[in-house]
């Protein structure tokens, strides 16, 4: 990928929020363990969140310390995490997280996105995929559809998304739109995270 540049980032610092009919909150960082973020190499993420569905009255932490590996190619970034978690809800459920993410720009005008989770702690699964056109700078706007499964739960959505938007420092991504749930539930949806990039010395 050529000879680092002054602007790449090594360090990623993330926050989010996430509402429909589940509630969630999280924030966590992203460290580059052997060269930098934009570039092929082993990465550590960890990540501390709340949440649960509504009708529950609980939100439970959930806390993951993972290792991987990304590969960063001139139009395509994945990578692929494994790591243990835990969650505390009463007493304290031990696990193993796995994560993929897939991040593409099939041309200068268009952006891919993917990300799979799956977790033993309290077994699930949430996928999320993506599409956006630029609408100005380096923001895009698309459809997104997601999927979330748990042992007695099953919710899915369709929305838009705002991803890329710079202010303050801070990179945002904006989602919003329409839930279906376990027994016919419907409702809408939206979210809001954000992530500040920090470079090396």
């Known amino acids: ?119 033993s702690a309290r077994p699930q699964a949430w996928g999320r995929v993506s599409a956006g056109y630029k609408a100005w700078d380096e923001t895009f706007v698309g459809p997104e559809l997601s999927l979330k499964r748990e042992r007695d739960w099953t919710e899915w959505r369709a929305g838009v998304h705002v991803t890329g938007p710079t202010f303050a420092g801070v990179t945002w991504r904006v989602s919003a739109g329409r839930s279906f749930a376990e027994g016919g539930r419907e409702g809408f949806y939206g979210g809001l995270s954000g992530h500040i990039r920090f470079g090396g010395p």
């Open 1 to 119: 990928m050529g000879p680092a540049q002054a602007d790449e980032a090594h360090s990623v610092f993330f926050a989010g929020l996430d509402a429909g009919h589940s509630l969630h909150a999280h924030i966590g960082f992203k460290q580059a363990l052997t060269d930098s973020l934009d570039r092929s190499g082993f990465v550590a993420m960890g990540i501390l969140g709340a949440g649960g569905r509504k009708r529950d009255g609980d939100h439970p932490l959930q806390l993951g310390l993972l290792g991987g590996y990304q590969w960063a190619m001139p139009r395509i970034h994945a990578a692929l995490f494994l790591g243990p978690e835990g969650e505390r809800d009463g007493g304290l459920r031990l696990g193993v997280r796995a994560q993929g993410e897939i991040w593409a720009r099939p041309s200068d005008e268009t952006l891919l996105t993917a990300t799979l989770i799956a977790g």
